[in-house]
């Protein structure tokens, strides 16, 4: 069973436009990890964040915020005033147990035009 | 840089052949992962090691893999009679425990 969903498959911007990933997850644990990858063209996974299951906090870091929300199984990512090099496909990972074994979403592909 | 590292990059080799693929973790850490990803997909976890220990291998890991960690440093990763199948892009992690895992920049197999 998939147990992360990034429902958009592509998502294309003009620059400066916010644009908001979706990720939904499913887990019987209590315990658990969400990650956000980058994956620019260049290929190499870039580490964004990540947030424990006991952390509901919103988080910002500079133009991009994460909305973890629990109560839907969500781990949304917003990146604020796009810019071309924000064009990248962007990953969503759940790790359900301490060996961080994640399981990730197919990603989200993000075209940001200038 | 002392980010992971992975050889070769890319790969190119005929059906039935056999490859090797190593990484390089960041040098203190002690956690390193093996995934898979194939065009527009997420990565797939393939196998992990806790120093040369190795843990856990996924269902995708056939008998024609294997993959070593000696002296729970640097890993290698081996495919056997290789198959069009296995064409995809091989991705190394490390992480210290109960911290993040930090990718390679990857080796791309393409079977021919």
């Known amino acids: 069973a998939q147990k992360v969903t990034q429902a958009q498959t592509e998502i294309s911007v003009v620059e400066k436009e916010d644009v908001t990933l979706d990720c939904v997850y499913e887990t019987r644990d209590t315990t658990y990890y969400l990650f956000w990858y980058k994956q620019p063209p260049s290929g190499e996974l870039v580490f964004l964040i990540r947030?424990?299951?006991?952390?509901?906090q919103n988080e910002i870091s500079g133009r991009y915020s994460w909305n973890f929300q629990k109560s839907t199984s969500s781990f949304n990512f917003t990146i604020t005033a796009s810019q071309v090099v924000d064009s990248a496909v962007y990953f969503c990972?759940?790790?359900?147990?301490?060996?961080?074994?994640?399981?990730f979403g197919a990603g989200t592909t993000v075209t940001v035009r200038a | 840089d002392t980010g992971v590292s992975q050889d070769p990059r890319h790969k190119i080799t005929k059906r039935g052949q056999n490859v090797t693929f190593r990484c390089d973790p960041i040098?203190?850490?002690?956690?390193l992962y093996w995934y898979r990803q194939t065009l527009g997909q997420g990565p797939e976890f393939l196998t992990y090691?806790?120093?040369?220990?190795?843990?856990?291998k996924s269902r995708l890991l056939s008998d024609r893999f294997s993959a070593e960690r000696p002296k729970g440093s640097f890993s290698t990763l081996e495919i056997q009679r290789t198959e069009q199948g296995d064409s995809a892009m091989y991705l190394c992690a490390s992480s210290l425990a109960y911290v993040s895992l930090f990718f390679g920049p990857g080796t791309r197999l393409t079977v021919l």
């Open positions: 947030r424990n299951s006991f952390d509901e």
């Open positions: 040098s203190e850490h002690n956690r």
């Open positions: 090691f806790q120093n040369e220990a190795q843990l856990e």
């Open positions: 990972a759940l790790s359900e147990d301490n060996d961080y074994k994640l399981s």
